[in-house]
Each structure stands twice: as structure tokens, then as C-alpha cells.
């Protein structure tokens, strides 16, 4: 007959768990496991005060400050200005969104560039220093990608190789718009839907040889809906590029 005994001791911070089992017959106590489990110590409490320690000769160090200070948040929650003993810092300016949503007029089938388009339908890109464009098309059937806005070439080869891609014909079972139809459903995933493409300095900064492309996939799409999504930091001095 076996019985198994738990005790519990505890000395200098530490509990110590025994299992012992005793074995009928033999009158004797043998070891099964021991668990030692070091007690949790108490949390110090955090400081909650923190501002930029304008003393010190690295503008990035923060410290721990008990002095008398001011703070004004921006409309977003951003911290804009911290008044410290013994100076002034500005810190990051509020993060501001635009959105627009326009149409576009409708294009032939074939590949177009749209980037003076996008930048007049949405003035308000000049009045970001930093910030992020997302341009959206709001269809199945056409679709939006970044490529060369030099040559006029390039359009017409991208618009020769994707029919080469997916063919039109009749082994496709949507079929409801015509052969086009199904086609452009395939190269509009192919292709995307959206862009992300930076802001510097109120401009989309986008390489020399890159524009906007908006492909149009159907013989007869008709007007195409654009929304533009800003989300960044206006210039400091309110002014556009």
C-alpha cells in the first residue's frame, strides 16, 4: 500500500513543495519530486511622468522629471509642445487625413497614365510634407499599377502582352457581358485594385520614369471612380508647394 503526503515549507522568500510517499511495510518516507518556486516580487510603480530632457547634449534622451511643465495635445493626441524649466521643444505635429472620391472619364480598352489626373483631382497632396497616398479604383473590371510613363510604347506592349495572358474566347462560363467580360475580371486581380505611394515634400514621390497607370480591361468600360485616401503631416507653415 503507497500513500502520497504533500508538505510545504518556506524559508528566505522561497516555498519549497515536497511529495513524499509513503510505502506500506517498509515504515519508510521516499522523495517523489520536489518544485521550487522563487516568490513574485512586488512591482516597483512605473513613472508616468516623461518629457525630452532639453539639458542634456542628445536631443532624443528622455528623463524622469519632477519640474513644472506644460503640455498642449494636437487634434489627433499627439503631444505638439512641452514647456520644460529651462526650455522650449517642439515635437511631432498632428497626423491629419484627406479623402476624396471623383470620377474619372471613360477610356478605351488599352493602358493609360493618369498621374496628372490623380494630382489635379487632389490638390490637397501639396499641402502634406510627409505623409501616404492610397489610391483606390472602385471597380472588377479595370485596375491601377505603377509603370513607365516615358516611352508610349510601354502602354501598348502591356496591353499586347495581357491579352496574350488571357484570351478572349468562349471557354469561360461568365459570359454575360461579352467575350471581354470574364477577361477583364482575370487581368483586373492580375493587375490590383490600389496603390500606396508616399508623399515628400507635397509631392507623390514617385522615380522619374514612374507614372500612374489606370488599365482599362473592357471594349467599353464607361467613367471609373477614383478614391484617394491621405493620411500624414501638413507643412509647418500651412503653406502648398
Not at 15 to 25: N, W
Not at 30 to 52: G, I
Not at 96 to 109: D, M, T
Amino acid at each position: 500500500m503507497e500513500a502520497l503526503l504533500t508538505s510545504c515549507s518556506c524559508s528566505s522568500g522561497v516555498s519549497v513543495i515536497s511529495r513524499l510517499k509513503f510505502t506500506a511495510g517498509s515504515n519508510s518516507f521516499s522523495r517523489v519530486r520536489t518544485r521550487s518556486s522563487l516568490l513574485q516580487a512586488a512591482r516597483t510603480p512605473r513613472k508616468t511622468t516623461r518629457e525630452l530632457d532639453v539639458s542634456s547634449s542628445s536631443p532624443q534622451s528622455f528623463k524622469s522629471r519632477t519640474s513644472r511643465k506644460e503640455t498642449r495635445l494636437g487634434r489627433s493626441g499627439f503631444v505638439t509642445r512641452c514647456e520644460t524649466g529651462s526650455g522650449t521643444v517642439s515635437a511631432v505635429r498632428p497626423t491629419e487625413w484627406v479623402q476624396k472620391q471623383f470620377e474619372l472619364p471613360g477610356f478605351s480598352r488599352g493602358c493609360h497614365i493618369i498621374t496628372r489626373g490623380i494630382i489635379s483631382a487632389v490638390p490637397e497632396i501639396k499641402e502634406f510634407d510627409v505623409g501616404i497616398a492610397h489610391i483606390f479604383v472602385l471597380h472588377t473590371s479595370c485596375s491601377l499599377t505603377i509603370n513607365e510613363n516615358a516611352s508610349p510604347d510601354v502602354p501598348l506592349d502591356m496591353e499586347d502582352a495581357l491579352n496574350r495572358i488571357v484570351p478572349e474566347g468562349r471557354n469561360y462560363r461568365h459570359l454575360d457581358e461579352g467575350l471581354d467580360d470574364m477577361p477583364a475580371h482575370v487581368k483586373a486581380s492580375m493587375m490590383g485594385s490600389s496603390l500606396t505611394i508616399p508623399i515628400r515634400g507635397g509631392r507623390l514621390n514617385l522615380g522619374m520614369w514612374q507614372g500612374i497607370w489606370l488599365n482599362e480591361h473592357r471594349n467599353y468600360g464607361g467613367p471609373r471612380t477614383i478614391c484617394v485616401t491621405i493620411q500624414g503631416q501638413k507643412r509647418a507653415d500651412g503653406r502648398c508647394v
